[in-house]
């Protein structure tokens, strides 16, 4: 029984033995030590993550103890386990042990069939402090490429739909609603009306002020709103309805960026019904 368990160890496999009764015990034993009867023989791989039952703190490891730092030896019910295992969790600070702690093995890098071949057991880590900063650079693909080569003109260019006959815009090579192919680009005006918006309190380095509105606005012939900010006109003033021309950046400085909208602002028309 215990060789079988060792030389899986080697190939950092643990396993239990199953009794007849249909408990796992790990490490296996040749007798279930609850009834006496021989056990079934049927090997069963568990683990190797475990859940500590109970544990001792060793404060000052002596020369055969397998961690020269604190540690505990602790009681592991690994999962598939009905039986714990006896072995070595180093934890660092005393405090984190406690009963129900998850931990995982830690295998020595060159298993060679002994009970050592798990160096110990470790807290399972169940979250870390990553300050990552990431920054993305878009590569304009095909459709893409042509709306923003028509914002450097000037120009917002979507697509109509020949089956369907919707208007999209930014231009795209399909259609999401029948999935057909867009041939065409279709130029629609600067010009359109605020479907919805919001009221934004968080300075952004691309708005006018603060408080500042970003609203959904339909251009004029298109069926999709587009998201941008609205200015020239105070926050509470903006509403649904409200008509609104692109303010272009002058021309020398147009690039093939939608940093070349500043923003919209109110044309002065009558508001539109909402539909
Ligand atoms: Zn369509």
């Not at 934890?91 to 890098?109: S, Y």
């Not at 041939?183 to 952004?204: K, R, S, V």
Request: charge should be negative; aromatic fraction near 8%.
């Amino acid at each position: 029984m215990i060789g079988r368990f060792l030389s899986e160890l080697r190939g950092r496999r643990i396993v239990g033995v199953r009794t007849k009764e249909g408990k796992v015990l790990v490490p296996p034993l040749e007798y279930d030590p609850a009834t006496g009867e021989p056990v079934t023989g049927e090997f069963v791989e568990v683990g190797p993550a475990g859940t500590v039952t109970t544990w001792a703190f060793v404060p000052e490891p002596g020369a055969g103890h397998p961690l020269d730092r604190p540690f505990a030896w602790a009681l592991i019910k690994l999962d598939g386990a009905d039986t714990a295992l006896v072995h070595a969790v180093d934890a660092g600070d005393p405090k984190r042990l406690r009963a129900g702690m998850r931990v995982w093995p830690v295998w020595n890098d060159h298993p060679t069939g002994q009970i050592t071949d798990i160096s110990c057991f470790v807290p399972e880590v169940t979250d870390i402090v990553a300050n990552v900063r990431t920054e993305y650079r878009l590569q304009a693909g095909g459709a893409l490429r042509v709306f923003l080569e028509g914002i450097e003109r000037g120009v917002f260019l979507g697509g109509r739909c020949d089956t369907c006959a919707k208007v999209y815009v930014p231009y795209r090579l399909t259609c999401p609603e029948c999935g057909n192919a867009i041939p065409e680009t279709l130029e629609l005006p600067d010009t359109g009306t605020i479907t919805t918006f919001a009221i934004n309190n968080l300075p952004d380095p691309r708005a006018p002020e603060v408080p500042f509105v970003s609203a959904y606005i339909l251009l004029d012939g298109s069926d999709i709103p587009v998201i941008a900010l609205i200015g020239d006109v105070p926050a509470h003033e903006v509403r649904q309805g409200m008509r609104v021309r692109a303010v272009w950046v002058p021309e020398p400085e147009r690039t093939a960026s939608m940093a070349n909208i500043r923003w919209f602002a109110p044309t002065g028309e009558p508001d539109v019904e909402q539909p």
